[in-house]
C-alpha cells in the first residue's frame, strides 16, 4: 500500500513531496534522522544484514562497519554517479580495484584514491549468502526484533534538552489536557492555520487570510497575539489583573513573559501559568 501511495525507488520508499501525508512525511524524518544531531536515534538501532544484497543500498543503508558507507566516505559517495545502487550490483559489476563499480563524475585526487582503497579494504571482508534474503537487524533486542515497547522504553529513556523555557511551562495539572496539547502545538507552528494549510495545498492562496477580515495573512502569531479581533484579548487579561505589559512577537517569549509578570514568587507565577 505504501509503495503505490508513495512509490519507490532502489528498494527504499520514498517521502512523495510535500503535497502528500504529513504522518508520512514525519516517519521518513525519523528514518531519515531528519531535525535530529548525528544520524537520529531510530537509525542508530538498526542495520542490514547482508544475505544476497539484492535489497541494501551500497551507499544509504549502515550494512558493513557502524555508519552508512555515505557517512563514513562521504567524499566518495558525493562523487559517485550512482548513489542509489545496491550491495549486489555493485558487487556483480567488480568493487575490486579497477572494477566497473566504481563510476565517477570526475578523475579521483590521489587523496581521494586513498580513500577509495581504505574502503576496499573494508569490503574485502564481506561474505554473501546467495539464498538469503537480506533482513534488518534491531541492534538492542537482535534475537526478539523489533517491539513498540522496547521503542517507546528507549525514548521515554532518551536525555532530550529543552528548546526554550516555554516548553517548560506548557503542562499544568490544572489545565484540560487538549488546552495543554494546544498550548504545544502554537510556538511550533503545528496548528491548521489559513497559512499553514495553504502550504499544505488544502486552499488556495486567496484564502489565506486571517478569518477576522483584517487583511492579514492567518499565521499562528498574527490569529494569538497581533489580529485586532483575537489577539486584544491579552490586553483586557492584563487590565482585568490589574497590570499593564506588552505583547511580544512570538508566542514562546509571549509565554514566558507573561508567566513573569508579576515578580519571581512562586504563587504568583503559578498563578499567571493557570491563566
Known amino acids: 500500500m505504501l509503495v503505490v501511495r508513495y512509490g519507490e525507488e532502489a528498494g527504499r520508499l520514498e517521502v512523495g513531496g510535500r503535497s502528500d501525508s504529513s504522518w508520512w512525511r514525519e516517519v521518513a524524518n525519523i528514518r531519515d534522522g531528519i531535525r535530529e544531531e548525528g544520524e537520529g536515534w531510530f537509525a542508530g538501532m538498526v542495520s542490514r544484514r547482508v544475505g544476497d544484497g539484492e535489497n541494501t543500498l551500497f551507499w544509504l543503508d549502515r550494512w558493513v562497519g557502524n555508519v552508512p558507507l555515505c557517512q563514513r566516505f562521504s567524499r566518495l559517495f558525493n562523487l559517485a554517479e550512482n548513489k542509489l545502487v545496491s550491495v549486489a550490483t555493485t558487487f556483480s559489476l567488480g568493487w575490486e580495484e579497477g572494477g566497473a563499480a566504481w563510476q565517477w563524475q570526475r578523475c579521483m585526487w590521489a587523496w581521494e584514491d586513498e580513500l577509495l582503497a581504505e574502503c576496499r579494504t573494508l569490503l574485502s571482508n564481506v561474505l554473501f549468502q546467495p539464498i538469503v534474503s537480506d533482513i534488518w ?123 513573569y509578570y508579576l515578580g519571581g514568587l512562586k504563587t504568583r507565577r503559578s498563578f499567571l501559568h493557570l491563566i
Request: aromatic letters at 12%; glycine letters at 8%.
Open 137 to 259: 537487524q534491531w541492534h538492542p533486542d537482535i534475537a526478539g526484533g523489533y517491539s513498540v515497547r522496547l521503542g517507546y522504553e528507549i525514548l521515554t529513556s532518551l536525555d532530550y534538552h529543552v528548546l526554550d523555557d516555554a516548553a517548560k511551562l506548557i503542562w499544568h495539572p490544572q489545565v484540560a489536557l487538549k488546552v495543554s496539547i494546544l498550548a504545544w502545538c502554537m510556538p511550533r507552528d503545528r496548528l491548521p492555520t489559513k497559512n499553514n494549510l495553504h502550504a499544505r495545498g488544502i486552499i488556495a492562496e486567496a484564502d489565506r487570510y486571517c478569518v477576522a477580515g483584517c487583511g492579514q495573512v492567518e499565521t499562528v502569531n498574527h490569529l494569538f497575539l497581533h489580529c485586532d479581533t483575537f489577539g486584544s484579548i491579552w490586553q483586557q487579561v492584563r487590565f482585568w489583573l490589574g497590570f499593564s505589559g506588552v505583547d511580544n512577537q512570538n508566542l514562546a517569549d509571549h509565554f514566558h513573559q507573561f508567566t
